[in-house]
């Protein structure tokens, strides 16, 4: 199963996802995208700053495949 890393895009800068995840399709990493954006979203609205932007998925070897913006997780389109 090929293993997608799901970067978080934090004040314009990806935070490196080190460890990734497994999915058997890019649908399904990007399903997981967007459950995962929605935690960070939940965690930084109980604070004062919102510099969560989206999440950047990439494959293996690093290459961006699809980027979720913010607006797509709040709108919940998984």
């Known amino acids: 199963m090929p293993r997608f890393y799901l970067n978080p ?7 490196r996802d ?4 497994e999915h058997p399709s890019l649908e399904a ?3 997981s ?10 965690d930084q609205l ?7 932007q989206g999440v ?3 494959d ?3 290459v961006i495949l699809q980027v979720v913006g913010i607006s797509e997780i709040l709108r ?3």
């Open 9 to 15: 895009i934090i004040g314009g800068r990806l935070a």
């Open 18 to 21: 080190h460890d990734g995840e």
């Open 29 to 31: 990493a990007r399903t």
């Open 33 to 42: 995208a967007v459950l995962g954006g929605r935690e960070i979203l939940t």
């Open 46 to 52: 109980r604070g004062e700053e919102i510099s969560f």
């Open 56 to 58: 950047a998925i990439a």
């Open 60 to 62: 293996e070897s690093g």
């Open 76 to 78: 919940g389109h998984s």
